[in-house]
């Protein structure tokens, strides 16, 4: 489990920015929400919180895990991945809702 909290926070801070720029593109509104921070010094996570997880858990699993020797099977990751995610929205840290073939 804690092998999944590191690779997941090592993610989020590796291409949370690059996600976000994409959303500030996507739609030039929030521009401003972010316009007055300082991300030079800062961890992704420390600057935005879980917000935004969910969106990238798919290359979470997809892309980032391949690169790393782990322990876990690819299900127990992605379980892991899924529940971690509901619990960030169930327990308000994020907006953002995962879509599962099982819930859909």
Do not use: H
């Not at 509104?29 to 798919?58: H, T």
């Not at 690819?74 to 169930?90: G, P, S």
Request: proline content about 2%.
């Amino acid at each position: 489990m804690l092998e999944f909290v590191f690779l997941l926070r090592e993610k989020v801070n590796a291409s949370g920015l690059e996600l976000l720029r994409k959303k500030i593109d996507q739609f030039p509104s929030i521009r401003q929400s972010y316009s007055d921070l300082d991300l030079s010094a800062k961890d992704f996570c420390q600057v935005f919180g879980a917000d935004l997880i969910p969106e990238m858990a798919n290359e979470f699993i997809l892309y980032f895990v391949r690169g790393f020797n782990i322990r876990l099977k690819v299900i127990e990751l992605i379980e892991l991945t899924k529940n971690f995610c509901e619990w960030l929205f169930k327990n308000n840290f994020t907006k953002c809702k995962i879509s599962t073939e099982s819930n859909k």
